[in-house]
């Protein structure tokens, strides 16, 4: 039940497509991913990490950002270059629109 102490910055609702994808890496990491597309975020992609339960907003930039995903999924240099490998494929380009 809403008591009314909340003060709201934003509340909508949005139609959004998921991708679920599994994959285990040459290093024999297992990744369970969820990809949210999303009209926010300016086009960067909603993962979350199923097993872990970490969720991040990535783009392209993000993915050249060194030690991003190191530090956001707790992965080690080598498993972070094979997740970046995946996510290349289909993080596409941000858009910026008002």
């Known amino acids: 039940m809403f008591s009314g102490d ?3 910055l934003s509340d909508s609702t949005e139609v959004t497509s998921t991708r679920f994808v599994c994959f285990i890496t040459r290093s024999l990491k297992r ?8 009209d926010r975020f ?9 097993q872990f339960g970490v969720t991040a907003i990535i783009g ?5 950002e060194e030690g991003y995903l190191e530090k956001t999924f707790s992965l080690d ?4 270059n094979e ?16």
């Open 6 to 8: 909340f003060d709201f």
């Open 31 to 38: 990744f369970d991913l969820a990809i949210v597309n999303t």
């Open 42 to 50: 300016y086009g960067k992609k909603l993962v979350i990490d199923l």
């Open 60 to 64: 392209p930039d993000d993915l050249e």
């Open 77 to 80: 240099e080598a498993e972070a």
């Open 83 to 98: 997740l970046r490998s995946f996510l290349e494929q289909i993080v596409g380009t941000v858009n910026f629109t008002d």
